[in-house]
């Protein structure tokens, strides 16, 4: 029987490719179990924020029944957040309301950023009320424009959020590892709000549906700029920001009716 030689480069490429394939095959047992173990993560923190949710529901009805027991008024916290809508174009717009929106990343019209209130961008707000509506988000609010307009800023790219591994690649140093993360961030106004806000593109939310009539006009003259909800503490979810916009002021009328 002649015995077939085999040459040794074909013996050291058939090593090689066996070292690869077991290479990958431990990587890809190891990237498994990393895998479970960050969904674990992940779940483990959406639950925290609910029962952190909930909480916050609850003393908010408890003051609010406390305060009506005794005869007083329950005034809630100020808002930390407000979302900023710009509803009018660049025509008439001096320097300095064109910077302001720039510094506001409201550069085209139907834009949406969510805004961190302090002294400074409360006077920045006021001085561009004619171009923008604004109002104040609740949780279901903050998690529809997220998950159903949420983009993200990725090397200057916009991509959409659709795996948490697009949040934990950029946010990941700041504690931040899946879109429950970011959510919390936006509307508890955490103390990473800057960059997790940064992070997120500006929102390009549909134009109205049959026109924005009266948006020349303030909120308080019966118009739709301006800040929203002032006086009423609506939540933002009555109006369907991320769908239409002609029907904000409509709907805030229509819940002061009904309360009153």
Known sequence: MVQTLVPESVLKKRRTLEEIQAKKAA????????????????????????????????????????????????????????????????????????????????????????????????????????????????????????????????????????????????LGDKGIICVEDLIHEIYTCGPNFRDANNFLWPFKLSSAKGGMAGKLNHHNEGGQCGELCSHTNLPLSYYPWPLCLVSMVRASLLMMRERT
Request: net charge positive.
């Open 27 to 170: 990587d890809a047992v190891v990237a498994k179990k990393a895998s479970r173990a960050k969904k674990g993560q992940i779940f483990r923190r959406a639950e925290k924020y609910v029962k952190e949710y909930k909480q916050m529901e609850k003393t908010a009805v408890r003051l609010r029944r406390q305060a009506k027991a005794k005869g007083n008024f329950y005034v809630p916290a100020e808002a930390k957040v407000a979302f900023v809508i710009r509803i009018r174009g660049i025509i008439g717009v001096s320097p300095k309301v064109r910077k302001i929106l720039q510094l506001l990343r409201l550069r085209q019209i139907h834009n949406g950023v969510f805004v961190k209130l302090n002294a400074a961008t409360i006077k920045m707000l006021r001085l561009v009320e004619p171009f923008i509506a604004y109002g104040y988000p609740n949780l279901k609010s903050v998690k529809d424009l997220v998950y159903k307009r949420g983009f993200g800023k990725v090397n200057g790219q916009r991509i959409p959020l659709s795996c948490n591994s697009v949040v934990e690649g950029t």
